[in-house]
């Protein structure tokens, strides 16, 4: 499992564009430029950079997009400071305006060992202290329980796609369902709705969808999935 290391700097970038735009929209310079504090013109610089790397593309006057492989970093990034930020508030009881500013130096020193010991330590939590999703995991497993019966780290390796949960699609979507997140209760609450890895999941994007829950179509059963299951069910983008 060892990759080469991303500064620090071109994570930051991908994390504000995976933030803004996960489903696939153009985020402007301005938009960059004002969340990371950086003027414009070193945003533009850093934006054909990144193209250049193949982690976006990039229009400009118009913004950038994250591509495959700039999501698959984006993802891990954005997992591993919402996964401290939990750590940070659950378990170290750190004051809650000083949790993103250490989450944020703590993010590109945490291993991916040690994402996944802490994501097994603190029961594989679905939202950050601000309710937002945190992404999937990239190991190769179906589902946590998969996770829970590998002991050796050794022997995890990487799935070769991205994932976005229910509640991150952002307009219509449809996929296979390629992971399910949660302890054996909630994986158990799922199954008996006859969701499993594998079915086909459509979603049709409504503003003025029923709160809390989300109407998705799977195997050509609607179903009115509540925001605990939508956050842990993955489909392949």
Same mark, same amino acid.
Do not use: W
């Given at each position: 499992?060892?990759?080469?290391? @991303? !500064?620090?700097?071109?994570?930051?970038?991908?994390?504000? *564009?995976?933030?803004?735009?996960?489903?696939?929209?153009?985020?402007?310079?301005?938009? *960059?430029?004002?969340?990371?504090?950086?003027?414009?013109?070193?945003?533009?610089?850093? *934006?054909?950079?990144?193209?250049?790397? #193949?982690?976006?593309?990039?229009?400009?006057?118009?913004?950038?997009? %994250?591509? =495959?492989?700039?999501?698959?970093?984006?993802?891990?990034?954005?997992?591993?400071?919402?996964? *401290?930020?939990?750590?940070?508030?659950?378990?170290?009881?750190?004051?809650?305006?000083?949790?993103?500013?250490?989450?944020?130096?703590?993010?590109?020193? %945490?291993?991916?060992?040690?994402?996944?010991?802490?994501?097994?330590?603190?029961?594989?939590?679905?939202?950050?202290?601000?309710?937002?999703?945190?992404?999937?995991?990239?190991?190769?497993? =179906?589902?946590?329980?998969?996770?829970?019966?590998?002991? =050796?780290?050794?022997?995890?390796?990487?799935?070769?796609?991205?994932?976005?949960?229910? !509640?991150?699609?952002?307009?219509?979507?449809? #996929?296979?369902?390629?992971?399910?997140? #949660?302890?054996?209760?909630?994986?158990?609450?799922?199954?008996?709705? #006859?969701?499993?890895?594998?079915?086909? %999941?459509?979603?049709?994007?409504?503003?003025?969808?029923?709160?809390?829950?989300?109407?998705?179509? @799977?195997? =050509?059963?609607?179903?009115?999935?509540?925001?605990?299951?939508?956050?842990?069910?993955?489909?392949? @983008?």
């Amino acid at each position: 499992m060892t990759e080469s290391k @991303i !500064s620090d700097n071109i994570e930051e970038y991908l994390e504000v *564009l995976y933030r803004n735009g996960n489903n696939g929209e153009q985020v402007s310079t301005t938009q *960059l430029s004002k969340e990371l504090d950086i003027a414009p013109g070193s945003v533009t610089q850093m *934006l054909k950079k990144l193209e250049n790397l #193949g982690y976006i593309s990039y229009t400009p006057y118009k913004g950038a997009t %994250l591509t =495959d492989e700039g999501m698959k970093i984006a993802q891990k990034i954005t997992r591993k400071h919402r996964i *401290l930020e939990k750590f940070l508030t659950d378990v170290l009881k750190i004051k809650d305006e000083n949790v993103h500013e250490q989450a944020c130096e703590m993010e590109h020193a %945490l291993s991916d060992e040690a994402e996944r010991a802490l994501c097994s330590m603190l029961n594989n939590p679905d939202v950050c202290p601000d309710d937002n999703v945190i992404p999937a995991c990239n190991f190769d497993f =179906d589902s946590c329980h998969q996770c829970y019966s590998q002991k =050796d780290f050794d022997q995890v390796f990487n799935r070769e796609f991205n994932l976005l949960s229910i !509640s991150e699609l952002t307009s219509d979507a449809e #996929g296979i369902i390629s992971f399910i997140r #949660g302890n054996n209760e909630l994986l158990d609450e799922i199954a008996d709705e #006859g969701i499993k890895v594998g079915c086909n %999941l459509k979603y049709e994007f409504n503003d003025n969808r029923v709160s809390n829950h989300y109407l998705v179509t @799977i195997d =050509d059963r609607e179903l009115n999935i509540p925001t605990e299951m939508a956050n842990n069910i993955f489909i392949r @983008i």
